[in-house]
Nanobody, 124 residues
Framework: QVELVESGGGSVQAGGSLKLSCEAS????????RGWFRQAPGKGHEGVAM???????SYADSVKGKFTISQDNAKNTLFLEMNSLKPEDTAMYYC??????????????????RGQGTQVTVSS
């Protein structure tokens, strides 16, 4: 049973920073891709950042230069460091993981496994 558990969300003022974490357990495959997507109130899912199966990093244009995706050496925890936050970054943030085939930024919301989400609220 694969489990992804996010943490690190919260409320910050515009210009602030947060670092999200996603701890994974139960994943047995050798290859994977993993990433973050978000859903703002009244909007659809948006792939935000991804680590591809070859280690390539991808970012949505809306977060390039502000967000950084990374993972720990043991590769069990995924991070999303978010800087220069704006009210439009307010959303529920989810981490997701798949087996590493045909992984795309836009496809993150459809990955096989996802966490429960962590809320990020940015006030002006």
């Amino acid at each position: 049973q694969v489990e992804l558990v996010e943490s690190g969300g919260g409320s910050v003022q515009a210009g602030g920073s947060l670092k999200l974490s996603c701890e994974a357990s139960g994943y047995r495959y050798r290859t994977y891709c993993r990433g973050w997507f978000r859903q703002a109130p009244g909007k659809g899912h948006e792939g935000v950042a991804m680590i591809g199966s070859d280690g390539t990093l991808s970012y949505a244009d809306s977060v390039k230069g502000k967000f950084t995706i990374s993972q720990d050496n043991a590769k069990n925890t995924l991070f999303l460091e978010m800087n220069s936050l704006k009210p439009e970054d307010t959303a529920m943030y989810y981490c997701a993981q798949d087996r590493g085939v045909r992984c795309t930024l836009a496809g993150i919301p459809d990955f096989l496994y996802r966490g429960q989400g962590t809320q990020v609220t940015v006030s002006s």
